[in-house]
């Protein structure tokens, strides 16, 4: 069929438009380039308004925004249909002046802001005049406001950012209300999606939550139209607590702490946060954080990140937090336009005032948790069996949950599963991450009065306690006090090249080895974690056996050789069965589970949000196999745990760094696996062309073409994942958890390249 007839016309309006905006490129022989033409007014207005309204939510919140900017005490909204029929908002606020009316709601029209300098001491939510107008080329928009002093009000409807009648005088309370109905009626495809999805009055609901416990002196309420009973319901109060138990609800409000923090030295960051977090007892399975910076309902997702690490690392699984913040800056230190829908704000210092807060986070949590987490202990070594107990709870049905977040992108072969059925236990490796101070001295104490007793029932279970516990000891007395200040207090910089980060501490940068700091966090950690792991389920079990073989070839000189299989075969059957004998223990205390027909099928979560590249398992199986000394306890699960702490770090990806030199290694005709070979790879891409045109012209054109795009991509994929991890996964947990040995200050894991004192004076000579 002739592909030119088979297309059907365009129909409705809006889709012509789009066709003559993005109209095929032409047939390549052609060689006039397509012509520009400028877009019709109404289209630009119409492809703005969708990205400022992207949903009733962000009309509503825009539309409250403006009430509060109108010195409001009472704000009401009424929802038709999820906000699509009907969104109603109504003040008491200053109202419009009559004479605005006409301008009202056209683009770029504001009472909020007269020159660009004025943003930096903005203190009105508005100031882009842009949302009025917006919702006017998606819906239908009529405003009914009256002025001080005003014997009667004004009612007047927009459509596409110009009145559509005068506007009519009419009875009216106090201050604004203003009715958008039919939103997107225009906008076939989003008004569908929408209709399909029921959460947009949950999200709504949720935002005037938020709204309403912040902005405490006045009252908010919404509703479904039609309804008797509102959704939220504020009256005026003195306190946020308040305001959260009666929006929140009594058992978010009881188990909210307080807590604060602040800097005041210009040369790193001036702050004030002020805010509640959840304790130990509260439970929820999603994070709820409500965060304002200088009074902006805003997001941050490097500090909710770093938030919900410290949670992570302290909490049970199923325990997310409720975050309430407030944190104060000096005006000019946010930049509030970065953002369509404002939705974000950037700060001048982000990473130090995130860390700072971080710190108070978390001395808050440690503090709170000191009683319970030593109840907790004591608990578990009296029980007399406490590693039976973790394996009935591990046979339990588990619930298919992922472990990384979505920004993280796992290649599909490589996803995996995470046994969140079993939570407890998360309390106990925070415990072991403790300090000493004069609790743990407590704690030790009855630690080993319960142990000797426990001892007398079951000696092998307690003796599986005292050697962790003599390997964590060990940890904490080789820690290296000047390792340990930078590795608390540092900011990461960037990855410098494949392993190494450049960190900077105080006024120092370091170059910092990341695969041996994430190995040894890791192996700390499985100490930490000991027998208290949740699970990652791989997707298919995979024998043992075939991991071993692979592993055995992977050390052969050449690789494709057969010589010596039957050889690999034995030593892997041999190698198999000794682990099946360990399984038990293996599935205990590690997590690790082996089946009885000796395939892999689960791996423990050592760290929060990090699966480990599944490309390394056939070398951590053999290690297991070859490396660990099943005789003495405490130096198998010393070299149990440095063999996943190896397995687990933050090595480079198996395949090349793509950026830089490694891209020559995905042309797709120079073979793999001899990336350096210049030689080979040029005479590919010449292949048919003389020297010179390769040089001038053929290079890039043949250079793209020759590329194994999927195996790059993936590539790719698996470097920003990786780098992804370094920053959000690794850092973090380090600064909390890491004691680094001493041996990490000479043997080059962390290297000092420059003080910036020394650089500061060596500029001023310049
Ligand atoms: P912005 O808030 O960025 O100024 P908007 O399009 O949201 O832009 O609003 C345009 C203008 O309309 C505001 O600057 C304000 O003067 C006026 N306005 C909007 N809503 C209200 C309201 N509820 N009460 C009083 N004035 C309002
Ligand atoms: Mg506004």
Redo the contacts with the bound molecule.
């Keep these: 069929m002739d592909p030119y007839t088979a297309a059907a016309p365009p129909t409705d309006e809006w889709e012509m438009e789009i066709d003559a905006i993005e109209s095929p490129p032409p047939p390549p022989l052609l060689k006039e380039p397509p012509k520009i033409r400028r877009l019709d007014e109404s289209v630009v207005n119409r492809i703005a308004a969708g990205e400022v309204i992207q949903r009733p939510v962000s009309a509503i919140k825009?539309?409250v925004?403006?009430?509060l900017?109108?010195n409001?005490t009472s704000i009401n909204v009424v929802v038709k249909d999820g906000g699509l029929k009907l969104i109603q908002?109504s003040?008491d606020?200053?109202?419009?002046r009559y004479e605005?009316l006409p301008i009202?709601?056209e683009r770029h029209?504001?009472?909020?802001?007269s020159t660009f300098e004025d943003l930096q001491s903005i203190k009105?939510?508005?100031?882009?005049?842009?949302?009025?107008?917006s919702m006017t080329y998606v819906a239908h928009v009529t405003v009914t406001?009256i002025t001080k002093g005003q014997l009667h009000g004004y009612r007047v409807s927009y459509r596409d950012g110009i009145m559509e009648n005068e506007p009519k005088a009419c009875a009216a309370v106090k201050?604004?209300q203003?009715m958008v109905e039919n939103l997107f009626y225009n906008m076939a495809a989003r008004r569908k999606t929408l209709q399909n999805s029921a959460d947009d009055y949950t999200k709504i609901v949720d935002l005037l939550s938020r709204f309403s416990i912040h902005h405490t002196n006045l009252s908010f309420s919404c509703r479904k139209h039609g309804a008797a009973r509102a959704d939220v319901h504020t009256v005026a109060t003195s306190s946020s607590l308040d305001a959260i138990r009666s929006v929140y609800g009594v058992s978010v409000a009881r188990n909210l702490m307080k807590v604060e923090a602040s800097d005041d030295d210009p040369s790193s960051s001036i702050f004030e946060m002020n805010g509640f977090i959840s304790n130990a007892s509260y439970s929820a399975k999603k994070i709820t954080m409500v965060l304002y910076i200088n009074d902006r309902l805003v997001e941050c997702s490097a500090l909710k990140r770093a938030i919900e690490v410290v949670y992570a690392a302290t909490l049970p699984k199923a325990s997310k937090p409720f975050i309430y913040m407030t944190i104060m800056l000096p005006p000019e230190h946010v930049d509030v336009n970065v953002h369509p829908t404002k939705r974000e704000v950037s700060l001048l210092n982000q990473e130090i005032i995130v860390g700072k807060i971080q710190s108070a986070v978390e001395s808050k949590l440690r503090k709170s948790n000191e009683t319970r987490t030593f109840q907790e202990q004591t608990m578990e070594l009296l029980s007399s069996s406490p590693l039976v107990t973790r394996k009935d709870s591990h046979s339990s049905p588990s619930l298919p949950v992922s472990t990384g977040s979505r920004s993280q992108k796992v290649p599909v072969q490589k996803m995996v599963r995470t046994d969140s059925s079993d939570p407890a236990g998360r309390l106990h490796s925070y415990l072991d991450a403790k300090p000493l101070g004069e609790q743990e001295s407590r704690n030790s104490l009855t630690a080993v009065r319960s142990s000797v007793r426990q001892r007398r029932n079951n000696p092998t279970e307690a003796a599986d306690l005292t050697s962790i516990q003599l390997l964590i000891r060990e940890i904490d007395s080789n820690s290296h006090c000047g390792l340990l200040d930078i590795v608390r207090d540092c900011t990461y910089v960037g990855m410098a090249d494949d392993v190494y980060a450049l960190l900077q501490h105080n006024t120092r940068l370091y170059l910092a080895n990341v695969v041996n700091l994430s190995k040894e966090l890791m192996y700390q950690q499985v100490l930490r974690r000991f027998a208290h792991f949740n699970g990652i389920q791989l997707s298919d079990p995979t024998p043992l056996q075939e991991l071993i073989i692979l592993a055995l070839r992977e050390e052969d000189l050449d690789p494709d050789s057969n010589e010596n299989d039957d050889l690999k075969k034995k030593i892997a059957e041999m190698n198999t069965d000794l682990l099946k004998q360990k399984a038990e223990m293996l599935d205990e205390c590690f997590c690790i589970h082996i089946d009885q027909d000796g395939n892999l099928g689960r791996l423990p979560v050592i760290l929060d949000q990090y699966t480990p590249d599944m490309d390394r398992v056939p070398e951590f199986v053999l290690c297991l196999g070859n490396d660990v000394d099943w005789e003495e306890e405490k130096s198998c699960f010393q070299a149990v745990s440095a063999a996943l702490g190896n397995f687990y770090a933050m090595h480079p990806p198996l395949l090349p760094n793509p950026s830089g030199d490694g891209l020559q290694f995905y042309q797709k005709s120079k073979p793999a696996g001899n990336p350096s070979d210049r030689e080979s790879e040029h005479n590919s891409i010449t292949h048919g062309f003389s020297f010179k045109s390769m040089n001038f012209e053929g290079n890039d054109k043949e250079m793209g073409d020759d590329i194994d795009e999927e195996l790059l991509s993936e590539a790719k994929s698996a470097w920003a994942q990786r780098e992804w991890s370094i920053q959000h996964v690794l850092f973090p947990a380090m600064r909390l958890f890491l004691k680094p040995p001493a041996s990490m200050a000479t043997n080059g894991t962390f290297v000092q390249v420059a003080s910036l004192e020394k650089l500061y004076k060596i500029f001023e000579r310049c």
């Design positions: 825009e539309l925004e403006n009430s900017d109108a409001s908002v003040d606020g200053h109202g419009i605005d009202l709601c029209t504001t009472s909020k802001l009105s939510m508005g100031f882009r005049g842009e949302a009025l107008a406001t201050g604004t203003i």
